[in-house]
């Protein structure tokens, strides 16, 4: 069975940094593309980041470019989001996911991944 696992959750101060990672386990075969998305307490969940696994392409919402870095190790299996200058407007429910299925849809498209993680939360005080 399929699972995602994240990690790195927990509290900083604005301003600060943090890392977040997913690893992917029970699959040995090459993700399509992995996601972070995240949801605050009365919105809408965003997409916040995306890595397509073969060509490395990545991509960002416009509220957190050049401030997160999506990434993947070599094995493929982990993916990570490192997240600098954080403001409290950040403060959410991070998930991992997963396209196993080769979704050719928009990166941010909730419904383009089939495997999602269980989520942490992350908390960004003024």
């Known amino acids: 069975q399929v699972q995602l696992v994240e990690s790195g959750g927990g509290s900083v101060q604005a301003g600060g940094s943090h890392r977040l990672s997913c690893v992917v386990s029970?699959?040995?075969?090459?993700?399509?593309?992995m996601g972070w998305f995240r949801q605050a307490p009365g919105k809408e969940r965003e997409g916040v980041a995306a890595i397509y696994t073969l060509s490395r392409l990545t991509y960002y919402a416009d509220s957190v470019k050049g401030r997160f870095t999506i990434s993947q190790d070599n094995a493929e299996n982990t993916c990570f989001l490192q997240m600098d200058s954080l403001t409290p407007e950040d403060t959410a429910m991070y998930y991992c996911?997963?396209?196993?299925?080769?979704?050719?849809?928009?990166?941010?498209?909730?419904?383009?991944?089939?495997?999602w993680g269980q989520g942490t939360q992350v908390t960004v005080s003024s």
């Open positions: 996911a997963a396209d196993t299925d080769v979704h050719p849809g928009q990166w941010a498209t909730g419904s383009d991944y089939n495997i």
């Open positions: 029970g699959y040995n075969r090459r993700t399509y593309k």
